[in-house]
Every structure is written in C-alpha cells, then in structure tokens.
C-alpha cells in the first residue's frame, strides 16, 4: 500500500497528530454537574468558571420540576418536525414570553441557536445579496452566512466605519444587504454598538440581525439583553439568541415582526426538517423566563461578579459576565488552565480556529452563585501564578 491509498483511519489519525503538534487536539472531558458552580472531573470537585450557565438556572429545583411536569405530561420527545405534527402547546408560550421580553411582534423557536443561525440567515438572503458581518461573530453566524450563498464580507470588530465604508462601496450591486453581529461577543465579552449599528443599518437599508446568545437574562434592562443597553430600545429588527446560557435549558430564537417569524416558519431549514424541542425542555426554558422576569436584582449578578474579578486584576471593566485572560500562545495557556485545576478551578483553555490565531486565551465566565471568596482565591492565583510569571518572562 502506497500513502497515496491512505486510509480514513489514516487520514484521521495524521490529521490529528498534526493539530496535538500544535496544541490543537481537542478532547472530551467527563464533567458532572450537579450544583450551580461545582463540576467533578477526574473524580475532583472543582469550582467552575467556564460555564455559560450564568444564572445556575440549569440545576434550578423549581425549573427542574418543570420539565418533569411536561414530560410527565406529554412524553420525552415532540415526535416530529413542528411543521407536521411536533408543535406541542408549550412551543406558543415560550414564543409569547420571548416576544414579550424582547418586544418584538413574533417569536420562532429552534432546536438550538446553531440550528437558528444556519436557518435564519439562508431564509433572508441568497445570491444576489450582500452579507456584513463583524469578524469576530459566532462561528454559526458563520456558517449561516456561507451556507446563504449571498456575498459575503467581514468588517473590522466594531468598526463601525469600515461597516460604513463596506456598504457605500457595494451600493448598488446588492438587492438586500444583512448585518450581521454577536450582541454580546462570545470569546471577548464586550458588547457590539447596537444602537449605532442599528442607525447605520436604517441609513443604509440594510436588515440588522443581532445574536444575543450571551445577553438575554444578564445585560440591558432588566435582561432583557444587549438590544436593551441603551435608554431606549436599539430598533434591531432581527433579535436571534439562545435559550441554553443564562436560561440554562436549550433551544434557539428569533423575535422579529410577524411577516419575518411567519417566512421563517415557512422557508427556514432547520426548522422545518428538524424535530421540535423535546415538551421538558420548553417546559423548563418558559419557567427559566418567568424567573428571569420576577428577579432583576438577581439577573445583574454575573455582571456585577465579572466587574469585582477584572477590576481585582487591573483588567478592562467587563459588559457581561465573560472575562478573557489573552495568553496568545496555546500550550502555555492549556499549562495555565491545568495549573488552575489544580488549585480547584475549571477554566477552560480557548484556542484557535474558536478565538483567532496567537490569541489563546482563558475565558473565565461568572454567575450570580459564585462565592466572593473563591473568587478572591481565583485573583490571587491568576495574579501570582499566571500574571506575575509572565511579566518576568
Ligand atoms: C453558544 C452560542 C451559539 C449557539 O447556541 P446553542 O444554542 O448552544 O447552539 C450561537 N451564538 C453564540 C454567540 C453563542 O455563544
């Protein structure tokens, strides 16, 4: 056998030591979960500070209690796609709710926010069209955008001029222009300029779609998410988020005006050729928003805990609950993420191709449950241990 003839096996196993050579395998980890900040690992308890979960609400008893309820009450799973026979009843009032929190006419649910993206943005544009999009955006804005077919062109993070300059330079040659954006950046954490962004979309008549998967329940008003960070609502016309962070169950979303919820049930892919969400899980994502809704106070909480974690270490004043640590190189921030657990913290190592090259990073998230005095323990170690080191390098 010649290497010409190489195997799947092969293939899969050369690509792999290649990416272990650069410190990019990635591996699996059992991690049990069973309390909101405590993970055990390899038989360790440790204090978690890389999950999305922001408000604990996954392991909330009354939200929990919720999903049995449903799946008592309608079984384990939706059977179908919603558009044939998966539409359980619980699907209209989790849209309501939604729609209600994010002020938007209308509401479609997802299976999940990837599912979302890649349905969404092939239902608005297509050939013939032109896509904007920060360069930072989440990878199934992505792929959303690719999968389109539409032109697609990526603007410097929040550079609202190089967006500007974009625009004015493909006037003309495109019939409908998207923007597309993070609300709140996943791997970064800042926020992207909503309200500008949303009055340089109306100038240009272009459609604005923000993806506020890390903005519903912790930012804005009330948590209403990052549309809501100014005085007065940004007029985004496409409000996609996710319901498996700071709502702590799964599923995706878009709020927008009745014609667009109404095209996307009839046109978006994943939607339509994809089962609906299993009762249990829209049962607990409805109470996760009841909840959210009834404790504002509770809601500023990460943020508020971010803002204690980077104003201890010197670092920039967070605007949500992600704080990261840039290390740049891989190995030595996979050696800092190990040296964390073992001091009883999970804080998992970022790489590229999910953050840019040279740009590796600890990614340390916060929620309303985190003891202020493990987070003092967490300053101390990253400012003796991670810090100090690397300014005597
Ligand atoms: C997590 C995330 C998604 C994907 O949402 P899922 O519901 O987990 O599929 C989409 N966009 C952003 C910005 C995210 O951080």
């Keep these: 056998m010649n ?20 410190a990019l395998r990635r591996r699996l980890i059992e991690t049990d979960r069973r309390e909101a900040v405590r993970a055990t690992r390899n038989g360790r308890e440790l204090i978690s500070f890389c999950c999305n979960d ?7 008893p009354a939200i929990k209690r919720a999903a049995m309820v449903a799946t008592e009450e309608y079984g384990v799973g939706a059977g179908a796609s919603r558009l044939v026979s998966g539409n359980h009843p619980l699907f209209a009032a989790l849209e309501r709710r939604l729609a209600d929190w994010k002020q938007s006419e209308d509401c479609v649910v ?10 969404i943005v092939p239902a608005l544009v297509g050939a013939g069209d032109l896509i904007l999009a920060d360069e930072l955006s989440h990878a199934c804005l992505m792929s959303g955008a690719k999968l389109s077919g539409a032109e697609f062109a990526i603007f410097r993070h929040n550079d609202l001029a190089h967006l500007e300059a974009l625009l004015a330079a493909h006037r003309g040659d495109a019939q409908h222009r998207l923007i597309l954006t993070d609300g709140i950046f996943s791997m970064d954490g ?5 309200e500008a962004l949303a009055a340089l979309a109306a100038r240009h008549d272009a ?18 998410g990052s549309s809501f960070m100014g005085k007065e609502k940004a007029a985004v016309p496409l409000q996609m988020g996710t319901l498996s962070k700071a709502v702590g169950s799964y599923g995706g979303y878009l ?38 809704r009834d404790n504002p106070d509770f809601c500023k909480r990460p943020v508020e805990k971010a803002r204690g974690f980077a104003r ?14 840039i290390l740049g190189d891989a190995e030595q921030t996979l050696a800092a993420s190990a040296l ?25 998230t916060f929620t309303a449950e985190h003891d202020d005095a493990d987070i003092a323990r967490l300053v101390n170690i990253v400012r003796e241990r991670i810090l100090s080191r690397r300014a005597a390098e």
Excluded at 54 to 60: D, F, P
């Design 54 to 60: 922001y408000l604990n609400l996954s392991q909330h």
């Design 207 to 224: 459609w604005l779609m923000t993806d506020d998967a890390h903005g519903i329940g912790v930012v804005g008003r009330d948590g209403r």
């Design 340 to 364: 964390l657990e073992t001091e009883g913290f999970l804080v998992t190592a970022i790489r590229p191709p999910t953050v840019p090259p040279g740009t590796a990073r600890l990614r340390f």
């Design 3 to 22: 290497g010409r003839h190489t195997s799947l096996d092969e293939f899969a196993a050369e690509k792999l030591a290649a990416l272990e050579g650069k």
């Design 255 to 292: 709020c927008a005006s009745r014609a667009v919820c109404d095209l996307i049930r009839t046109r978006a892919r994943t939607l339509i050729y994809s089962t609906g969400l299993p009762p249990g899980v829209v049962a607990a994502s409805i109470a996760a928003l009841d909840f959210i």
């Design 312 to 325: 201890a270490l010197g670092l920039p004043a967070p605007e949500s609950p992600i704080v990261p640590l």
């Design 110 to 119: 997802f299976g999940s926010g990837y599912m979302a993206n890649l349905g």
């Design 190 to 194: 800042d926020a992207a300029p909503v």
